[in-house]
């Protein structure tokens, strides 16, 4: 009889000694260990669908234009979004109503990407006077200057639309000796983040501000897409040639073409042909919802 009650005393001691190991290797693993995430959240990631076309052939050998879609994961800190020439006014009653149409939803798209981290430029050409002394524009002009690299070659292919009349498709009444036109500012609609934001039209001044921020991924939006948006100086054509991965917005820009010059086809159409013609010869496009958290 003794012996058994040794025994359950020796069982009973044993299961406390457990318990109690049991309990402190817990508390130690809370105390060592805590509220340790399972990913990190640290960085703002933006996933783009990027659409290119590249000329192929089909199962018959014939040529063909493909579509190629690509998902791109791109670190918010490390793209920037360059706004083109959203101008308050226009030589064109057309152009300056599809801007005035346009940029409620682009100061959206881009208000959301800022506050995912994106850097925004605002490049509304030769328009800096008016910027003058203001943070946003300072904070560009005074980054050191950056040489940029050689360009790199690249095939100038012909437009697939005919804007030799300036591309206007409403009658427009225009002073033939003014050298300038009536545009003294971005569109205010737009607002401009003086405490994040930079405002440069200086393809060098912008490109030294990417490199100042270890940004090589740019999205361009605005206008006019067969105009401005390809041959600005921080442009599609220019930022291709330094070896930025640039993006056109193909859903937040707009064309200069009129309906009444080759190809003969109406302004949406004469847009599509020349988004098209920028994914065939230049640069992906994304639309502006994947920019939208």
């Given at each position: ?19 109690g190991?049991?309990?402190?290797y ?8 805590p ?32 579509i ?45 990407a ?36 050689e ?28 050298k ?12 401009i ?31 006019h ?52 013609y920028?994914?065939k010869f230049?640069?992906?496009t ?7 958290r």
């Amino acid at each position: 009889m003794t012996n058994i009650k040794s025994t359950y005393v020796c069982f009973l001691i044993a299961i406390l000694l457990i318990s109690g190991l049991s309990h402190n290797y817990a508390s130690k693993k809370t105390l060592q260990y805590p509220n340790i995430p399972l990913i990190s959240t640290d960085k703002e990631v933006l996933i783009l669908n990027s659409r290119r076309q590249e000329l192929t052939k089909d199962k018959n050998e014939r040529r063909i234009w493909k579509i190629i879609t690509e998902r791109k994961t791109i670190p918010a800190s490390e793209l920037a979004i360059i706004i083109c020439d959203m101008w308050d006014n226009h030589t064109s009653r057309g152009a300056k109503e599809r801007t005035a149409e346009m940029a409620p939803k682009m100061n959206k798209v881009v208000s959301s990407a800022r506050n995912r981290g994106v850097t925004i430029i605002h490049a509304p050409s030769e328009t800096m006077n008016f910027y003058e002394g203001t943070p946003a524009r300072e904070r560009i002009k005074n980054t050191p200057h950056v040489i940029p690299p050689e360009e790199i070659k690249h095939d100038d292919v012909p437009l697939p639309v005919d804007a030799s009349d300036g591309g206007s498709d409403t009658d427009d009444k225009r002073d033939p000796n003014s050298k300038k036109g009536p545009w003294t500012r971005e569109i205010a609609t737009i607002e401009i983040d003086q405490e994040k934001d930079a405002i440069s039209d200086n393809g060098k001044e912008i490109y030294s501000y990417l490199q100042k921020k270890g940004i090589n991924n740019v999205i361009i939006m605005g206008v006019h897409t067969n105009m401005c948006i390809l041959n600005r100086t921080f442009a599609i054509k220019q930022m291709t040639k330094w070896g930025v991965n640039i993006m056109l917005c193909r859903d937040l820009t707009d064309a200069m073409y009129n309906p009444a010059k080759p190809p003969y086809v109406s302004h949406e159409e004469g847009t599509r042909l020349i988004i098209e013609y920028i994914e065939k010869f230049w640069c992906p496009t994304v639309e502006s919802r994947e920019l939208v958290r």
